[in-house]
């Protein structure tokens, strides 16, 4: 008994020993995804046409996936990135219009990094939800600057939005966004950080400052793409441009955490969204954005972690995003919140060396009705071609009469995983939640025009209504409010001169806000002068705010319609938003 007593006491000394007490400290977390740039848009993999030394920094100071998938387009990728599961599966469809948002009983990598002692801060292009609850201030991030929107009008001294307030951004976005970053991560705090930056660029338009601009404008392309015929050489420079100005920023984030003496223990990742929004060099892959093929979804990805990451760490194994999140949270040695089952799977002890074993997978590719499915050697395409991507990287050989059994094996993932898809997508009845913060934006892009009114641009996002001539005219925002209550209405609006007076009515489940527009808000248009090429979504315009009155709203869903009842001129106005704030009583 008595040497059972001296046991006990040694264990207990040993596990409160100095080991005990110097556990290591979490890592912050630093993930930096760019917008529509493709695996081949760096100088790491190859292409001579750019420059970018400090992302590449970050494969010769730490690990570079060789193989790494997203999905062909943004806010699904960026869903998969957040919860650890297949875009599909939390509700996302569409990258704009409503289909772009998180369902809500999803839980993000915020979330979970939040509840295990992190502060956190999202910085540049959300994606996946414009009003509480699916915005991002609701969804684990207790900073948020940038937009939510799935793409942004105007690059340079942008209208933005600083955790649900607006504001006026400085100089180009993508420094703008860098500095906000920068900001959050020297703020004093015993917390260690998670700073998500998801960058709007290269994503048209193609603005980009002067000085990156003018290396390229006349610049001899030496690679293009396989199919050269088809590729815009501006539109390509341009989007070099930009990459080379989001290499001068990641250097800005790796500069910042040499001063503030945390570079050891933070982790940087940087990857995209997707595959190149051009055709242009890309090592030869079949695909682009929006394609479930190869040069669709093959995307860059490269982590540094100076404390644990080998320099020089090379990774041939195949991962996607949906690895991200259970990554992060093993790195960080916290649990993940939430009860939904994970598709993808730590790829801690491949970054960490310490894998013994790492079994075969499969990976799937999917947007809408195109699906492929990628294992470590073969890909089968949305056709059900099977490709050997290892003897055949720019998939140009039908090999699937030579491996059937590997071929019909990917075919009975693809119809499972499409089967699984469809069955919880389902049909999209959310309507546009109102009053779960003290202010709800209602853009354009969520709302449906009718008697003849148009949108600026067939692409929802960043666009507004315009050629309202008709009080038979309507515009209509399908909300559902939280609770009862008084809101104040404010209506971001465009005005010919000539055309004041107009009146107009706001009407919820009975109740109506009458008011009238007496002042003229007659401006140009924004954006052309800064296009480095033309663009194909819509302009925008520096819009007036205008305080429309108190709407009573009753809780439950609704049309919220707004009417000109009366329109003295040629045209009513042009509408591009209305702010829903709650009145506290």
């Known amino acids: 008994m008595r040497s059972l007593c001296l046991l006990s006491i040694v264990l207990v000394l040993v596990a409160c020993g100095p080991e005990a007490e110097t556990q290591p ?13 493709g695996w081949g848009d760096l100088s790491i993999h190859g292409n001579e046409n750019l420059s970018t030394p400090n992302i590449d920094s970050l494969a010769r100071d730490g690990a570079v996936f060789d193989r790494f998938f997203v999905a062909p387009v943004c806010s699904p990728t960026r869903a998969e990135l957040l919860t650890g599961r297949y875009h599909a599966r939390g509700g996302v469809y569409s990258t704009s219009a409503g289909g772009e948002r998180l369902d809500l009983d999803e839980r993000t990598l915020a979330d979970t990094l939040l509840a295990g002692g992190y502060r956190t801060g999202a910085f540049g292009k959300w994606h996946n939800g414009s009003q509480h609850p699916y915005h991002p201030n609701a969804r684990g991030f207790e900073e948020f600057y940038g937009f939510t929107s799935g793409h942004w009008a105007q690059y340079f001294d942008p209208v933005l939005e600083h955790n649900s307030e607006w504001v006026r951004g400085e100089g180009f976005i993508i420094d703008d966004l860098t500095r906000q970053a920068m900001e959050f991560m020297a703020e004093a705090d015993d917390r260690p950080f998670f700073a998500y930056i998801p960058y709007n660029t290269p994503h048209s338009p193609m603005q980009v400052p002067d000085r990156f601009w003018e290396r390229f404008a006349d610049k001899e392309l030496e690679q293009q793409h396989r199919e050269s015929e088809r590729e815009d050489l501006a539109h390509t420079r341009a989007a070099l441009a930009m990459v080379e100005n989001i290499d001068w920023n990641v250097g800005r984030l790796l500069q910042k955490l040499d001063e503030l003496s945390i570079a050891e223990n ?40 100076p404390a644990r990451i080998q320099p020089g760490t090379e990774i041939d194994r195949i991962a996607a995003a949906i690895d991200l999140l259970p990554t992060f949270a093993e790195l960080a040695g916290v649990e993940v919140v939430g009860d939904r089952p994970l598709d993808g799977r730590s ?11 790492w079994p075969d997978r499969e ?10 499915v990628r294992n470590q050697r073969f890909r ?26 590997i071929a019909r094996r990917l075919g009975e993932i693809a119809q499972q995983a499409g089967d699984e898809f469809a069955a919880e997508l ?9 009053g779960y913060a003290p202010a709800t934006w209602l853009p354009a892009r969520d709302a449906v025009a009718s008697g003849g009114v148009d949108r600026s641009n067939r692409y929802p996002n960043s666009s507004y209504f315009l ?5 038979e005219s309507a515009v209509t925002w399908d909300v559902e409010v939280a609770e009862p209550g008084a809101f104040a209405v404010t209506l971001y609006y465009a005005l010919a001169e000539g055309d004041e007076g107009v009146e107009l009515e706001l009407g919820f489940s009975g109740q109506t806000l009458n008011a009238s527009l007496e002042e003229a808000h007659d401006v140009p248009l924004i954006g052309a002068d800064d296009d480095r090429v033309p663009r194909q979504e819509s302009y925008t315009k520096d819009f007036r705010p205008t305080e429309l009155g108190a709407l009573e709203m009753g809780a439950g869903r609704s049309p919220l319609t707004l009417r000109a009842t009366r329109i003295p001129g040629d045209e009513a106005l042009e509408v591009h938003s209305l702010v829903l704030t709650r009145i506290e009583r």
């Open 380 to 405: 089968l395409d949305t056709a059900g071609a099977l490709f050997d991507m290892v003897d055949d990287p720019e998939q140009r050989i039908d090999v699937s009469a030579e491996h059937p059994e």
């Open 266 to 305: 933070t982790i940087v990742l940087y990857l995209s969204d997707n595959g190149p929004n051009g055709y242009r060099w890309n090592d030869r892959m079949k695909g682009r954005k929006g394609s479930t093929d190869e040069g669709g979804v093959r995307v860059p990805a490269l982590m540094r972690w």
């Open 467 to 471: 050629n309202w001539t008709s009080t």
């Open 363 to 372: 990976i799937v590719s999917a947007w809408r009705d195109r699906l492929s």
């Open 25 to 37: 400290a979490p890592p912050n977390i630093v993930i930096v995804i760019a917008d529509d740039q």
């Open 347 to 357: 790829l801690a002890p491949l970054l960490l060396g310490s894998k013994d074993e």
């Open 426 to 434: 389902g049909e999209d009845d959310r309507p546009i939640p109102v």
